[in-house]
């Protein structure tokens, strides 16, 4: 249990599919994020949330659309995705995204395949 | 752009030993600097944190920074084959976005 909770764990879609990932954060943070992690690659950042509103949009595909209603939830909307979106998406909270001790804890994460 | 370098690996070590994981970073204005672990097919968890120039010990783990040389290293010591594992180093760069290294894969023979 790391306090960080994605739904669905896993998710098969097809290109024109239209799906979302859920993640919900019980340790009273304030900042959520978006991370996707390829194979042999960085993880690398997506979306940014502190206190609700969107700090960062790290040049994602208008196909990955996030919301975020409270600093508890936050969504992450799928639309015609590609194969090569296929990936571990992660979720992660902190306290505050503009706090230099800034420490980011992460769910599980949802794999996700695109055929 | 900000870049984390790691050396990928695989570094193999014997069960007992002293394992040693290396990162670099170009941002000079990085303030934290934190190891996470992660498992195949689980999610990175976070093992250390570090903020100034030295070394800092929790259990089996000691982390190394030395700002001038934009250099941090991890040493878990008396290594066990449940520390096989992916380590990635990530840095708080001074826009207080969090890079992460590609990784450095370690396997622990017992």
């Known amino acids: 249990e790391t306090g960080v909770t994605q739904t669905p764990r896993h998710l098969v879609m097809g290109m024109t599919n239209k799906k979302s990932l859920k993640c919900e954060q019980h340790l009273g943070h304030n900042a959520m994020y978006w991370y996707k992690q390829s194979a042999k690659k960085p993880l690398e950042l997506m979306f940014v949330?502190?206190?609700?509103?969107?700090?960062e949009n790290n040049s994602v595909p208008s196909r990955f659309s996030p919301e975020c209603p409270n600093s508890s939830h936050l969504f992450l909307h799928l639309h015609t995705l590609q194969p090569e979106d296929s990936a571990l998406y992660l979720c992660?909270?902190?306290?505050?995204?503009?706090?230099?001790?800034?420490?980011?804890?992460f769910g599980e994460g949802s794999w996700l395949t695109v055929v | 752009q900000k870049e984390v370098e790691q050396n990928s690996g695989p570094l193999s070590v014997p069960e007992g030993a002293i394992a040693s994981l290396n990162c670099t970073y170009s941002?000079?204005?990085?303030?934290?600097f934190f190891w996470y672990r992660q498992y195949s097919g689980k999610s990175p968890e976070l093992i250390m944190s570090i903020y100034s120039n030295g070394d800092k010990e929790d259990g089996r783990f000691t982390a190394q920074l030395n700002k001038a040389s934009q250099y941090v290293s991890l040493l878990i010591r008396d290594s066990q084959p449940s520390d096989s594992a992916t380590y990635l180093c990530?840095?708080?760069?001074?826009?207080?976005?969090?890079?992460f290294g590609k990784g450095t894969l370690l396997t622990v023979n017992p």
């Open positions: 941002d000079r204005v990085s303030q934290s």
């Open positions: 990530a840095v708080l760069g001074s826009n207080y976005k969090l890079t």
């Open positions: 992660a909270s902190s306290q505050d995204s503009t706090d230099s001790g800034n420490t980011i804890y």
């Open positions: 949330y502190n206190f609700k509103e969107q700090t």
